[in-house]
């Protein structure tokens, strides 16, 4: 008809199809959180638990040592410096390989520790850790949901995909990598830390008197 406005057509044009060799990431790295889980998914190959706030699974690619930092600290010259640890406010986290914590009952009891309470634990198999806040090359650390004020960190980050898991305290029946660390002298040196943080705490609140002639007693 004579003066009529033509119809324009406001369906969008077909979308073309997605490469099958080249993988989507618009949704994957939508946002800092993302980014970070896509860092330790694909860059580390780690596996991660669905989910805010991120959190790594043990036992799958390693496992964990959870100590006081002042028993983890005397541990860390038995470490190559790729070994990957980690800080969680008072609390270190020694990553060890995996299946470390099935050695770990029957390593305390013959390094002759079982006996004794130690602020020490082991995760592995079914358990998770908080995810530390990625080193600062990482994309999308900044703003990531992660980096708040008492989050794990990173004392020791990990290498490239593969290079974290070479430098992970094994038993050498378990393929330890050449150079690797020994998990049992790791392990003692841990345990003796721990033992002494022990003994340490019931004497924080005790007078001066009561302490001044004992300190050679637990060095």
Request: aromatic share 4%; hydrophobic share 45%.
């Amino acid at each position: 008809m004579a003066g009529s406005v033509p119809t324009v057509s406001t369906v969008p044009l077909p979308r073309r199809p997605l490469d099958p060799d080249v993988p989507d990431t618009g949704d994957l790295l939508a946002g800092p959180d993302a980014r970070v889980r896509h860092w330790y998914e694909n860059d580390l190959g780690w596996a991660t638990v669905p989910g805010r706030p991120l959190r790594l699974l043990t036992g799958v690619r390693f496992d964990v040592l959870d100590v006081p930092a002042e028993a983890g600290a005397g541990a860390l010259r038995h470490l190559v410096p790729g070994s990957p640890v980690a800080l969680r406010g008072d609390r270190m986290e020694l990553l060890v390989a995996a299946g470390s914590a099935e050695e770990l009952p029957g390593l305390l009891d013959w390094l002759e520790w079982s006996a004794v309470a130690l602020d020490l634990r082991v995760l592995g198999a079914g358990d998770a850790i908080q995810a530390p806040v990625p080193p600062a090359n990482v994309s999308g650390r900044a703003g990531w949901a992660g980096s708040v004020q008492g989050a794990a960190v990173w004392l020791r980050p990990p290498g490239p995909k593969g290079e974290a898991e070479a430098s992970l305290p094994a038993m050498p029946a378990m393929g330890r990598a050449q150079g690797a660390p020994d998990l049992v002298r790791l392990l003692d040196t841990v345990a003796a830390g721990c033992h002494r943080v022990r003994l340490r705490r019931p004497r924080a609140g005790l007078p001066a008197a009561c302490r001044r002639d004992q300190p050679l007693a637990f060095s």
